[in-house]
């Protein structure tokens, strides 16, 4: 099979269609947590149900350090961050062989009096790709601007410092989202809890609030044809104008580990699905805009889903994750307008998930990749295979932007190896 790199930008149009982006983002590529829209789905997109023995293709594989940080695409650049000893490295590899572009170093050394160990100390956030810009946050909390062509710093700004932000126990993981010409991100600082920087300069435009920090990432969404920016923070879950930083509204969710992580998921029906490990449990929260104010309802709340980390995926009615903290686990299916569970499997390790087209891409932590077709009756895990090692905790990056429609690709990475694998389409008229 011939390999070829096309204009993502045009491929994504091409595909997508009627695709739209709250985020005002260009769509092209994977430029950020959770994809070109940081809900982790990918549609009009068919994947084959089958793959060849001994797995999918393993197009290149090589050493990284440690870290969980997710994988960003574009413009032919594929970077990431990890840790070598007291220092921090983003790299820019070359999406189609892994080849080094550049690295940008950085001495990053790790006070292990106010920082557990547990986990490691190797970056969380994943890289926001903006233009000619990438940008970057460490273990630490510092915001670096680089160059995507030469990796040259551009600007930085020490969050946690510069703010008065809360070092939260097990590292800085919030990703940045872009906002028309600002850089918005986490630093639980007293009245600058949530700040927004100039893209180009990263000069101030707005700080707000007094939420404690957590590791969750915020995203954009639609309310009643008002975008909002949604905070998980250490014990809320808000909404935010992402121009000012005004707030709109708020909702307690806090747990006994403070460790609200996972990225909330929103749909087209109002109703935002939370999540966290500990007592925090799920509840989804219905808005809706009433004369200028979003008014906030609570649907449901329990306690028997728990999502500590990755990511939860919602289709149609119902909600597809892995439960579970430091107890027992299961894979679960809930009704996201009643809180009731649909299905339960207990005989799969942790996983974080893609939706890709009809399918679901479930990279689990013991670096097993299956593919599965998730329904509310049942789930059928058509093909796995076992790629990575032990722990595999970040979420795969979908890669549409190669090849000749035949085949496309996902990056992955565990705490020692980054790979690329390529995914088989399916047939065509199936």
Not at 61 to 75: E, F, N, Q, T, V
Not at 142 to 157: A, S, V
Not at 274 to 292: D, N, P
């Given at each position: 099979?011939?390999?070829?790199?096309?204009?993502?930008?045009?491929?994504?149009?091409?595909?997508?269609?009627?695709?739209?982006?709250?985020?005002n983002?260009?769509?092209?590529?994977?430029?950020q947590?959770?994809?070109?829209?940081?809900?982790?789905t990918?549609?009009n997109?068919?994947?084959a149900?089958?793959?060849?023995?001994?797995?999918?293709?393993?197009?290149?594989?090589?050493?990284l350090?440690?870290?969980?940080?997710?994988?960003?695409?574009?413009?032919?650049?594929?970077?990431?961050?990890?840790?070598?000893n007291?220092?921090?490295?983003?790299?820019?590899?070359?999406?189609?062989?892994?080849?080094?572009?550049?690295?940008?170093?950085?001495?990053?050394?790790?006070?292990?009096?106010?920082?557990?160990?547990?986990?490691?100390?190797?970056?969380?956030?994943?890289?926001?790709?903006?233009?000619?810009?990438?940008?970057?946050?460490?273990?630490?909390?510092?915001?670096?601007?680089?160059?995507?062509?030469?990796?040259?710093?551009?600007?930085?700004?020490?969050?946690?410092?510069?703010?008065?932000?809360?070092?939260t126990?097990?590292?800085?993981?919030?990703?940045?989202?872009?906002?028309?010409?600002?850089?918005?991100?986490?630093?639980?600082?007293?009245?600058?809890?949530?700040?927004?920087?100039?893209?180009?300069?990263?000069?101030?435009?707005?700080?707000?609030?007094?939420?404690?920090?957590?590791?969750?990432?915020?995203?954009?969404?639609?309310?009643?044809?008002q975008?909002?920016?949604?905070?998980?923070m250490?014990?809320?879950?808000?909404?935010?104008?992402?121009?000012?930083?005004?707030l709109?509204?708020?909702?307690?969710?806090?747990?006994?580990?403070d460790?609200?992580?996972?990225?909330?998921?929103?749909?087209?029906?109002?109703v935002?699905?939370?999540?966290?490990?500990?007592?925090?449990?799920?509840?989804?929260?219905?808005?809706?805009r009433?004369?200028?104010?979003?008014?906030?309802?609570?649907?449901?709340?329990?306690r028997?889903?728990?999502?500590s980390?990755?990511?939860?995926?919602?289709?149609?009615?119902?909600?597809?994750?892995?439960?579970?903290?430091?107890?027992?686990?299961?894979?679960?299916?809930?009704?996201?307008?009643?809180?009731?569970?649909?299905?339960?499997?207990?005989?799969?390790?942790?996983?974080?998930?893609?939706?890709?087209?009809?399918?679901?891409?479930?990279?689990?932590?013991?670096?097993?990749?299956?593919?599965?077709?998730?329904?509310?009756?049942?789930?059928?895990?058509?093909?796995?295979?076992?790629?990575?090692?032990?722990?595999?905790w970040?979420?795969?990056?979908?890669?549409?932007?190669?090849?000749?429609?035949?085949?496309?690709?996902?990056?992955?990475?565990?705490?020692?190896?980054?790979?690329?694998?390529?995914?088989?389409a399916?047939?065509?008229?199936?």
């Amino acid at each position: 099979m011939i390999v070829q790199r096309f204009n993502r930008r045009f491929i994504f149009h091409v595909i997508a269609g009627t695709f739209t982006l709250v985020s005002n983002y260009a769509i092209a590529d994977w430029p950020q947590f959770g994809g070109p829209n940081r809900d982790f789905t990918v549609d009009n997109i068919a994947l084959a149900l089958t793959w060849s023995e001994g797995g999918p293709r393993v197009l290149w594989r090589r050493k990284l350090g440690d870290g969980y940080s997710g994988i960003s695409i574009a413009d032919n650049h594929l970077i990431t961050m990890f840790r070598d000893n007291d220092d921090e490295i983003v790299i820019s590899l070359n999406p189609d062989d892994g080849a080094t572009q550049w690295q940008h170093r950085y001495a990053a050394p790790v006070d292990t009096t106010k920082f557990a160990a547990r986990y490691g100390y190797g970056p969380r956030s994943t890289p926001l790709i903006v233009d000619n810009r990438v940008y970057t946050v460490g273990y630490n909390g510092t915001l670096r601007c680089l160059d995507i062509e030469t990796g040259r710093l551009q600007w930085k700004c020490e969050l946690l410092n510069e703010f008065n932000g809360n070092r939260t126990r097990w590292g800085y993981a919030c990703s940045p989202i872009r906002w028309k010409d600002s850089i918005i991100v986490f630093t639980g600082g007293d009245g600058a809890s949530v700040v927004a920087l100039d893209r180009r300069t990263g000069r101030v435009k707005w700080k707000r609030h007094d939420f404690k920090n957590s590791y969750g990432s915020p995203i954009l969404i639609n309310v009643g044809g008002q975008t909002q920016l949604i905070c998980f923070m250490m014990k809320h879950v808000a909404g935010l104008n992402p121009d000012n930083g005004e707030l709109y509204w708020s909702h307690p969710h806090e747990n006994q580990w403070d460790n609200n992580i996972v990225t909330p998921v929103y749909g087209d029906d109002g109703v935002l699905f939370v999540t966290s490990e500990g007592s925090g449990g799920a509840r989804a929260l219905q808005l809706k805009r009433v004369g200028g104010t979003t008014r906030v309802s609570e649907i449901w709340h329990t306690r028997k889903l728990k999502v500590s980390h990755r990511n939860a995926i919602r289709i149609g009615d119902h909600i597809y994750a892995s439960n579970g903290d430091f107890g027992p686990k299961s894979f679960d299916c809930i009704n996201v307008k009643t809180g009731e569970l649909a299905w339960r499997r207990r005989d799969l390790p942790k996983c974080g998930l893609l939706k890709v087209g009809k399918q679901l891409l479930m990279l689990a932590e013991d670096g097993r990749l299956m593919l599965a077709t998730a329904t509310p009756e049942v789930m059928t895990i058509h093909v796995e295979a076992q790629i990575l090692n032990d722990p595999a905790w970040t979420i795969p990056t979908f890669d549409a932007g190669v090849s000749t429609m035949a085949d496309y690709r996902i990056h992955v990475r565990d705490l020692k190896e980054i790979a690329a694998i390529e995914l088989p389409a399916a047939a065509a008229g199936r």
